[in-house]
């Protein structure tokens, strides 16, 4: 299977994505748990506009046996490009539950969970952003857009907050920006002259 790995991949290295992703689905019938194999394949039906393809096929790995960490990660992607986000929650959520509870998986769990409409939810995983990393501003700074009229992302289901509540995140954005961020500092600078 290393051998087909590296032949597809030479294969892909001169455009020919039909023949190397003939030969990756031969190795992977042969060798099913070949996670190199899987994500080249993956990746030749992403950049072939074919997310759903890429999406069936990791989902069938992930039922024969657990796909590893970037794997799911992979899948996860794929399900909120596609708009499943209900389906990229599971998959987040659970990476979340089993040990990788870290402020940037917190941020876009709560963004997912905006998306999906999902409000509270994308509530209680800002504010856990924000315990489990205070000293970052993004934390902050994620809560207050996502309840923010202005600046909540397009498909995006706003947040509910209290004024003084939202004061308080461009406040402490500012507090826990690094002085040597310039890019951080007039970010966080723009909006605290506009709205406090």
Same mark, same amino acid.
């Given at each position: 299977s290393e051998a087909a790995v590296g032949l597809a991949e030479i294969i892909v290295e001169r455009g020919g994505h039909a023949e190397a992703e003939s030969v990756l689905v031969e190795?992977? %019938?042969?060798? /099913? %748990?070949? !996670?190199?194999?899987?994500?080249?394949?993956?990746?030749? !039906?992403?950049? &072939?506009? &074919? /997310?759903?393809?890429? *999406?069936?096929?990791?989902?069938? &790995?992930?039922?024969?046996? /657990?796909? /590893?960490? +970037?794997?799911?990660?992979?899948?996860?992607r794929l399900y909120y490009e596609v708009g499943d986000y209900d389906e990229a929650l599971n *998959?987040? +959520?659970?990476?979340?539950?089993?040990?990788? #509870? $870290?402020?940037?998986?917190?941020?876009?769990?709560?963004? *997912?969970?905006?998306? #999906?409409?999902? $409000?509270?939810?994308?509530?209680? !995983?800002y504010r856990e952003a924000i315990r489990l990393g205070p000293d970052d501003f993004r934390n902050h700074l994620a809560l207050f857009f996502s309840a923010s009229s202005t600046f909540t992302p397009e498909k995006s289901q706003r947040v509910r907050i209290s004024a003084e509540e939202s004061s308080k995140c461009l406040a402490d954005a500012a507090s826990a920006v690094p002085s040597s961020d310039f890019d951080g500092l007039y970010l966080v600078e723009s909006f605290y002259d506009i709205f406090v």
């Open positions: 190795s992977l %019938e042969a060798d /099913p %748990e070949n !996670y190199r194999a899987l994500e080249i394949v993956a990746g030749l !039906y992403i950049d &072939q506009g &074919q /997310p759903d393809k890429a *999406i069936r096929l990791l989902e069938k &790995q992930n039922r024969s046996s /657990p796909l /590893p960490d +970037e794997g799911r990660l992979l899948l996860g *998959i987040f +959520e659970a990476m979340f539950e089993a040990g990788n #509870a $870290t402020p940037d998986l917190a941020r876009v769990l709560g963004e *997912i969970s905006s998306r #999906a409409g999902k $409000t509270d939810k994308a509530l209680r !995983y």
